[in-house]
């Protein structure tokens, strides 16, 4: 590993519930990360006031942390942000986090940073789920010309099942990989559909960076990686009972919430007939 200095990023928009990040905060103090780094907290386009509010939450819970106050103009999604984040720490390995993260073991950090290397994209989690098969599942708030729009966009910009891609909830990278993604990508981060199709679109980050030679990786909470054809056995993410998660976000969470028949539904549309 050439570079060292790790940046762990959590993001907090204003578009999200206060509340994750104290749940988040929590679970960074309970489970240790194991693994010397900097925390840094994003606050992007959070209302002055609030902004005090989450100073004081956070000085509450005795946490050591920079802050990021990303003050920019529009809702670029969280990929914006991480860009933003990205220039500004330009030496650093960045596991990127978004506002449902949340450490579920101890040493967390250090098990993801000591599979990392150059050339290689983490996630704690994977999954073969595609938009454009999904398309075919028809909405009772389609129409049918937005029905057959929606599987025409799709199908012309995602791969069908399988479409193995790292989940953007939680991923790691060098900051010059990411940048130059952000810029090879073209993506205008306008809707949330844009951010669908950076994490799993044929030009997304997986497909990005196959195409470069990376390696991608799913790291389970037993410090094991998983290659793309065995993130299913990783006992990750919507499989089973994700024994082996190493960080949770709200998918994983409703995943475990749900009855038996909604699971193997899960199951079905994120990894195909298991």
Not at 4 to 31: G, M, R, T
Not at 62 to 80: A, E, L, M, R
Not at 107 to 114: A, G, I, Q, S, V
Not at 141 to 169: A, G, V
Request: glycine fraction near 4%.
């Amino acid at each position: 590993m050439t570079q060292k200095k790790i940046l762990a990023v959590y993001l907090i928009s204003k578009f999200c519930d206060p509340e994750n990040l104290k749940y988040f905060i929590d679970n960074y103090k309970k489970y240790k990360s194991g693994c010397k780094h900097k925390l840094l907290i994003c606050l992007k386009q959070i209302d002055p006031k609030k902004k005090l509010e989450f100073e004081i939450a956070l000085k509450r819970k005795k946490i050591k942390c920079n802050i990021f106050y990303d003050d920019h103009h529009k809702n670029d999604y969280d990929f914006g942000s991480y860009y933003r984040i990205a220039k500004k720490f330009k030496k650093y390995i960045i596991l990127f986090m978004n506002s449902h993260s949340r450490p579920m073991k101890k040493n967390w950090l250090k098990k993801l940073t000591e599979n990392f290397s150059s050339k290689t994209f983490i996630g704690v989690t994977g999954s073969y789920s595609s938009y454009a098969t999904n398309s075919f599942l028809r909405n009772h708030q389609d129409n049918y010309l937005s029905y057959i729009y929606k599987i025409i966009r799709n199908n012309i910009l995602f791969f069908r099942f399988p479409n193995p891609h790292i989940r953007s909830s939680c991923f790691m990278l060098f900051s010059s990989d990411f940048i130059e993604f952000i810029k090879s990508s073209k993506i205008i981060f306008n809707t949330k559909f844009d951010a669908w199709l950076a994490e799993s679109g044929k030009n997304g980050m997986s497909n990005y960076f196959k195409k470069k030679g990376f390696k991608l990786l799913v790291i389970n909470s037993k410090g094991k990686s998983f290659s793309e054809k065995d993130w299913k056995i990783s006992k990750t993410f919507c499989i089973g009972n994700q024994d082996h998660l190493l960080i949770s976000d709200k998918h994983s969470r409703a995943y475990q919430e749900s009855d038996k028949n909604q699971k193997r539904q899960i199951i079905k549309r994120v990894w195909g007939q298991i």
